[in-house]
């Protein structure tokens, strides 16, 4: 079965600063990768996602994110982090053919001025 | 617009109840879900539907049920069987055989 690492559970950056937020993945074949946002109370939101081809993919808000296979990774990256990206981050994992998808437990994000 | 409508956004209930929470979407999305969250856990699969009149369990089904009478509609029934109910509740749906799921505000059910 698919799993997901998020090593960091909360992340403080300034705003201004780069971005990366780390996300480490279990699974034999090639995954269907995802990134999605959760603001306080809210549902979460589709930040970006990579299924095949271009390993960096672009998403919404500037956020980008890499594919590495050799490394098992796909790490969500942003240049410079404005105080409305405080939230909290979730990677998942999706399997071709399979609907279900395996989410890591999140790192919450805090900016500070 | 388009989107995945969940009601209520909060609830409370007494012990030994059993509560309803509702899921609708106007997607036109074939697969449905549920997840819980709890405070360091992420999202944990409870239960998924992929047609209407099918769905399967997930990681976490026990004391939860389900049905999908209707492609719009998911309604997840929390059992006073559920030892630990008192979470943050998620919907969502996707296009079959993408994975992208696309997610309901969320249900805070609250155990008095």
């Known amino acids: 079965a698919q799993s997901v690492t998020q090593p960091d559970i909360h992340i403080t950056v300034s705003e201004g600063a780069s971005l990366e937020l780390r996300c480490n993945y279990s699974?034999?074949?090639?995954?269907?990768l995802f990134w999605y946002v959760q603001s306080p109370g809210q549902g979460l939101q589709l930040l970006l996602k990579?299924?095949?081809?271009?390993?960096l993919v672009q998403g919404i808000k500037g956020f980008e994110a890499e594919f590495k296979r050799s490394q098992s990774s796909f790490n969500l990256r942003k240049p410079s982090v404005h105080w409305s990206d405080a939230a909290e981050y979730f990677c998942?994992?999706?399997?071709?053919?399979?609907?279900?998808?395996?989410f890591g437990t999140g790192t919450r994000l805090t900016i500070i001025p | 617009d388009g989107g995945i409508t969940q009601s209520p956004k909060y609830l409370f209930r007494k012990e030994g109840q059993n509560v309803t929470l509702s899921c609708e979407q106007n997607?036109?999305?074939?697969?449905m879900y549920w997840y819980r969250q709890d405070p360091g856990q992420g999202l944990r699969l409870i239960y998924y539907?992929?047609?209407?009149?099918?769905?399967q369990k997930g990681d976490i089904a026990e004391g939860y049920s389900v049905s999908r009478e209707k492609k719009e509609s998911f309604p997840l029934t929390v059992t006073s069987a559920q030892k630990n109910p008192t979470a943050f509740y998620l919907c969502?749906?996707?296009?079959?055989?993408?994975?992208?799921?696309?997610f309901g505000e969320g249900s805070r059910l609250t155990v008095l």
């Open positions: 998942a994992v999706g399997v071709r053919g399979n609907e279900k998808l395996t």
């Open positions: 997607l036109n999305h074939d697969a």
């Open positions: 699974y034999g074949a090639t995954p269907y």
């Open positions: 990579y299924f095949s081809g271009d390993t």
């Open positions: 539907s992929q047609i209407v009149n099918d769905f």
């Open positions: 969502a749906s996707s296009i079959a055989g993408t994975g992208e799921l696309f």
